[in-house]
């Protein structure tokens, strides 16, 4: 091949790269470009009117920066701009887009610049889209601290609330019920002397009033203590509850292990419970013991079950009436466990069907927690499967989750 | 006579053969919808470096033409029907040349970028 031939097919080798390249003199008049370069910068040239035979006159526009480095630069070759990011506007069809270049500048000798381009648009959008979603989960991280702290300060209420009521119940017992016995006892002794002293008849009032005030202060006492005690059973059912909600905060709870889900069904209904309860919703279980564990986060998996409840309660919030049931289901099939919540809540058509496994689809007022996008990107990492369905509008809602088992060679 | 500008330029340049093209004072780019090149005349080889049995057969925004690849060429050829005109900046490899291109699209299966040099 001649040398001729050669540096031809080098041009167009460089004329093919998918990098933008220019080349012009001190003064910005274009001496050579390959492809690339005009495909990013003819849109620009023309936009601001402009010929595009000075690279100059567009960057006093779209990148004013590169014409300062390039008037402050001292030296008669190296690099001037390296890998500098900037945006320009592409306007057609009556909108603007945003389109995201790096350059970099080099003076190779005195009489000559070269200018390197290139489209980092898609890249740019995808980091945008990455640093959303660490965003997102920085704020859900922070929410996890937050409630953790929280969860701690009322546990520490709580115990103290504990130990308050056990002194109360203590105290209780040294009543006066005990003193008054004596007084009763010692009347009814002396009855005779005090019989004299102020009338058969007064003395044995007195005795009466004695053991009658003695039986109250017993009877109260008893009435008391009762109300104590159910009153500690209620402490320490929370207790339980934040004992349920800590374990699922820890933060190196994230690993997988044997988890059982009917544990992790029951631990999420007991945290909605109460919520159940006002609303009068009838719950069904069918949660068969002896289930095969599955391997997995028992954390995320408790935020899935926790976070589909939630939906059905707001699901049923949102169709009214007071004669709703929610009924979980778990079934073990010859290589999968399959869950199923079955709710009568308002339901959904084919059309919100699509939309609903979207990232921040809500038909909620407020958006709450997980989202369904979330249940199925943390259900996909156990392999597991989750599907919605319902009849329509205003007929309840089925969700499966179908977990494959674990295989035994 | 036809020239760069008539109105009916697709229909006219349907009409001619390749070596008819070749005799033309502006360069011709004729190709399919998918922007396939069926013929490439003489004076559009003049201007761009390029023989025309290296570009027949060859796709013209991804092969020959590249710096053309943007909205404001390829792109307006995804319309059904095209007929505008385009400042442009043309590359013989490396040396900028600047160009008119106009568009032709229509229900004719032959689709045009017709070159002249400014």
């Known amino acids: ?409 | 006579m036809h020239n760069y500008e008539s109105p009916n330029l697709h229909q006219w340049l349907d009409a001619q053969s390749d070596s008819e093209l070749d005799q033309l004072p502006y360069g011709v780019v004729k190709m399919d919808h998918q922007g396939f090149i069926q013929a490439y005349n003489d004076k559009e080889s003049t201007y761009t470096g390029v023989a025309p049995e290296n570009a027949v057969g060859k796709h013209l925004f991804t092969e020959i033409a590249l710096c053309t690849n943007n909205f404001m060429v390829a792109g307006k050829l995804d319309q059904p029907e095209v007929d505008v005109v385009v400042d442009y900046i043309f590359t013989y490899v490396m040396k900028p040349t600047p160009v008119r291109l106009r568009l032709l699209k229509s229900d004719s299966p032959n689709m045009y970028m017709v070159v002249a040099k400014k």
Request: proline share 3%; hydrophobic share 35%; glycine share 8%.
């Open chain 1, 1 to 409: 091949m001649s040398l001729e031939a050669q540096n031809q097919k080098m041009l167009s080798i460089i004329y093919q790269i998918p990098v933008g390249l220019v080349e012009t003199d001190p003064e910005g008049n274009v001496q050579e470009m390959n492809a690339m370069a005009i495909q990013f910068l003819m849109p620009q040239f023309i936009d601001k009117g402009l010929a595009g035979e000075n690279l100059f006159d567009l960057l006093k526009h779209i990148f004013p920066k590169a014409i300062a480095a390039l008037e402050g630069y001292e030296r008669s070759s190296g690099n001037i701009l390296d890998k500098n990011r900037f945006t320009v506007y592409l306007n057609h069809n009556d909108h603007s887009e945003e389109q995201h270049l790096i350059l970099t500048l080099n003076r190779l000798s005195a009489g000559q610049y070269l200018f390197i381009f290139d489209d980092i648009t898609e890249l740019q959008k995808k980091e945008q889209e990455l640093f959303e979603i660490q965003r997102e989960q920085a704020v859900e991280r922070g929410k996890f601290d937050v409630i953790s702290g929280v969860l701690h300060d009322i546990g520490n209420a709580v115990v103290g609330f504990g130990s308050y009521l056990t002194k109360v119940k203590q105290l209780t017992r040294n009543n006066d019920a005990t003193m008054l016995g004596k007084l009763a006892q010692f009347i009814k002794t002396n009855k005779e002397a005090i019989g004299e002293a102020i009338g058969a008849p007064k003395a044995g009032a007195l005795v009466q009033l004695a053991e009658g005030l003695k039986a109250k202060q017993e009877d109260q006492t008893a009435e008391m203590e009762k109300t104590i005690t159910d009153q500690m059973n209620i402490v320490s059912h929370v207790k339980d509850i934040l004992n349920i909600q800590r374990q699922y905060l820890k933060p190196d709870s994230s690993e997988r292990s044997l988890v059982s889900l009917r544990g992790i069904i029951n631990d999420a209904l007991a945290m909605q419970l109460a919520t159940l309860e006002k609303r009068n919703v009838e719950v069904r279980t069918y949660l068969p013991d002896g289930l095969s564990p599955i391997k997995g986060d028992h954390t995320k998996l408790m935020q899935v079950f926790l976070n589909l409840i939630k939906n059905s309660i707001e699901s049923m919030d949102q169709q009214g009436g007071d004669r709703h049931q929610l009924t979980l289901q778990l079934k073990k099939e010859e290589s999968s466990i399959t869950a199923t919540i079955q709710d009568t809540g308002i339901g959904f058509d084919k059309d919100q069907k699509q939309k609903m496994f979207k990232r921040g689809f809500t038909t909620k007022a407020r958006g709450s927690g997980l989202g369904l996008n979330g249940s199925r990107s943390i259900l996909s990492t156990h392999d597991a499967v989750i599907d919605l369905d319902s009849p329509g509008i205003g007929k309840g809602a089925t969700v499966t989750i179908k977990y494959p088992l674990p295989t035994h060679t």
